[in-house]
């Protein structure tokens, strides 16, 4: 069964720092990884998507992917109270067309003022 | 962008009742769909693949005859929640694909804004 493992946090950033947060997944024949950010009662909103080892930067935010160590986070610089959401860490096992996911708990993030 | 409209976003009912929810693409043909279900304080879990024209592919432990889901045109894909009970209280989304495999690049889904449904 595919697996994908968050720390469900609460993880509590103050304003301004960097948030990391860390995902794990269990099957080797995933090819395509995803970050989506849900608030509370909403849809997740696709924050980053990442394909290839090493690091994808995108304004604030910076994915980094091992695929080796099966393991993908993402880095939040300079948080926001506004960035206050959970992050759902996802996986695909298909590349070129958009599939279905494997979604992680998520990991709920706090920007503290 | 794409956009992904799903209605309602609340319902409530009371137990035995069928509740219907839809999924529409606004602005792009969606070949597929995907429908997951959201309990309180864990992730998503994909019910059901559906594909425009073809029978829906339900993952396992999803109950095929339970949770109706419909695939008539490109735009439109609707979930049908039958004699609800109260367990099946929880957040449903759908996620829709396009044909070009993404609006906005490759591997990208659009997700509604979720439908709430309360079993009473």
């Known amino acids: 069964q595919k697996e994908v493992e968050q720390n469900s946090g609460p993880l509590s950033v103050p304003e301004g720092a960097i948030a990391s947060l860390n995902c794990t997944y269990s099957d080797r024949g995933s090819q395509s990884f995803f970050w989506y950010r849900q608030y509370s009662g909403k849809s997740p909103e696709l924050i980053m998507s990442i394909y290839s080892n090493g690091d994808k930067e995108d304004g604030r935010f910076t994915a980094q992917l091992n695929k080796a160590s099966q393991y993908v986070s993402l880095l939040i610089r300079d948080s926001q109270p506004s960035d206050s959401a959970t992050y759902l860490c996802a996986t695909s096992d298909e590349t070129g067309t958009a599939s279905k996911l494997t979604f992680g708990t998520g990991t709920r993030l706090q920007v503290t003022l | 962008g794409a956009v992904v409209s799903q209605h309602p976003s609340r319902v409530i009912c009371k137990s035995g009742t069928s509740v219907k929810i839809e999924c529409r693409s606004l602005?792009?043909?969606?070949?597929?769909m995907f429908w997951y279900r959201q309990f309180p304080k864990q992730s998503l879990m994909l019910m059901a693949t559906s594909n425009e024209g073809s029978k829906a592919t339900y993952e396992q432990g999803v109950e095929k005859d339970k949770f109706l889901i419909n695939h008539a045109s490109l735009t439109l894909s609707t979930l049908t929640v039958t004699s609800a009970h109260p367990e099946d209280s929880s957040f449903y989304i759908c996620?829709?694909?396009?044909?070009?495999?993404?609006?906005?690049?490759?591997?990208?889904?659009?997700f509604g804004a979720g439908s709430r449904l309360t079993v009473l």
């Open positions: 602005d792009f043909q969606a070949t597929t």
């Open positions: 996620s829709a694909r396009d044909r070009g495999g993404g609006y906005s690049g490759a591997n990208v889904l659009t």
